[in-house]
C-alpha cells in the first residue's frame, strides 16, 4: 500500500514540477469514497486557482466538521480546519485582519445549515468579502448517515429509518433571503461549469456562496445519485435573473436544479470599504 502511495505522489509531484494545475494540491491523498463527488468540486477549484494565477502564500481555506471539513488538508495553501459549523465565522475574521488574503470557506450541508446555520446571515448583512462553497449532498456523510438539514422529505436514512420528518431547507432561498451580494449554484459532476462559477464568485467584491449539488454515493442510493443528478441538472440561462432578486427567488423555488449565477450585486459595497468609508468622514 506504501509503495503504490508513494508511486502517486510521485507521478503527481512530477506534473506539478510541470506546472499544472495540480500545483494547488497538496501531497496528502484524498479521503473521501470512491466515486464521491467532492472530487468533481476540488478539481473544480484547483483549476480555478489557476487560471486565476493565484499565489498559493495569498490563500487561505477554512473549513468546519465533516466530509467536506477535510478539504483544507488537500490544498497547498494555508488551511484552517475549525470546528463544528464555525467555517464562515473564523473565515471572516481571516479577511477583516488580512484583507489582502483570498479567503474560502467549506462546509458540508449539516455543518453549515444545521449547527453553523446561524452565521450565514451575518455574514451575508455585512457582505464580508470571502467565498463559501457548500457542498450539498444532502446527508450527514462522514458519521454514517444520518439526515441533514437538506435532506428530502420522507428520505429514509440511518437517523430515520421510517423516513425523514422534517422539511429539507432550500440553500439558495435562504442566502436570497439574507441579501447575499452573489448567489450561484455549481453542480460537482460539471468541474468545467463549477469552475467558471468559482472564478466569478472569487472575483466578486462582497459575500459570495455558491451552493454545490453532489451525491452520496455511500448513503444515498436513491435520491440525489449521479444518475438523478445527471437527468435533472441544467443550466441556467445567463443574465436574465442575475439582477433581479425576485426573478432569483422565482428560480430558488421552482428550479431546485438550475445551475450557474442565480444573483449577482456589483453595486453593493463589502464590508471593509464601508468601515474606511465611515473612518473617512
Same mark, same amino acid.
Given at each position: ?83 463544528? *459549523? ?8 481571516? @479577511? =477583516? &485582519?488580512?484583507?489582502?488574503? #483570498?479567503? /474560502?470557506?467549506?462546509? !458540508? ?53 421510517? *423516513? ?8 439558495? @432561498? =435562504? &442566502?436570497?433571503?439574507?441579501? #447575499?451580494? /452573489?448567489?450561484?449554484? !455549481? ?95
Amino acid at each position: 500500500m506504501e509503495s503504490i502511495k508513494e508511486a502517486y505522489l510521485d507521478e503527481k509531484l512530477e506534473t506539478v514540477r510541470q506546472g499544472d494545475f495540480l500545483k494547488y494540491r497538496s501531497k496528502d491523498l484524498p479521503t473521501w469514497c470512491p466515486g464521491c463527488g467532492y472530487f468533481g468540486i476540488i478539481d473544480a477549484w484547483y483549476k480555478a486557482c489557476r487560471e486565476m494565477e493565484l499565489k498559493h502564500e495569498d490563500i487561505v481555506a477554512v473549513s468546519g466538521i465533516g466530509c467536506a471539513g477535510r478539504t483544507p488538508i488537500f490544498l497547498n495553501s494555508y488551511g484552517f480546519h475549525t470546528l463544528h *459549523g464555525r467555517s464562515i465565522p473564523v473565515a471572516c475574521g481571516l @479577511k =477583516l &485582519a488580512r484583507e489582502d488574503l #483570498t479567503v /474560502f470557506a467549506f462546509a !458540508g450541508d449539516g455543518d453549515a445549515l444545521g449547527i453553523g446555520g446561524g452565521h450565514l446571515p451575518h455574514v451575508a448583512r455585512k457582505n464580508i468579502n470571502l467565498t463559501f462553497l457548500l457542498f450539498d449532498n444532502s446527508i450527514y456523510g462522514l458519521t454514517k448517515g444520518q439526515s441533514s438539514s437538506t435532506t428530502p422529505f420522507e428520505m429514509k436514512t440511518s437517523s430515520h429509518p421510517v *423516513g425523514n420528518p422534517d422539511t429539507p431547507l432550500n440553500p439558495i @432561498k =435562504l &442566502a436570497l433571503a439574507y441579501d #447575499t451580494s /452573489f448567489v450561484a449554484r !455549481g453542480y460537482a459532476g460539471d468541474p468545467e461549469g463549477l469552475k467558471e462559477i468559482i472564478k466569478a464568485a472569487t472575483l466578486h467584491q462582497g459575500f459570495s456562496f455558491i451552493h454545490i449539488l453532489t451525491p452520496c454515493v455511500t448513503f444515498d442510493k436513491e435520491n440525489k445519485t449521479w444518475k438523478n443528478l445527471k437527468e435533472k441538472v441544467h443550466t441556467l440561462t445567463p443574465g436574465i435573473h442575475e439582477q433581479d432578486m425576485e426573478a432569483a427567488m422565482r428560480i430558488a423555488q421552482n428550479d431546485q436544479y438550475g445551475v450557474g449565477i442565480i444573483f449577482h450585486d456589483k453595486n453593493r459595497p463589502h464590508y471593509q470599504d464601508v468601515l474606511r468609508s465611515m473612518n473617512k468622514s
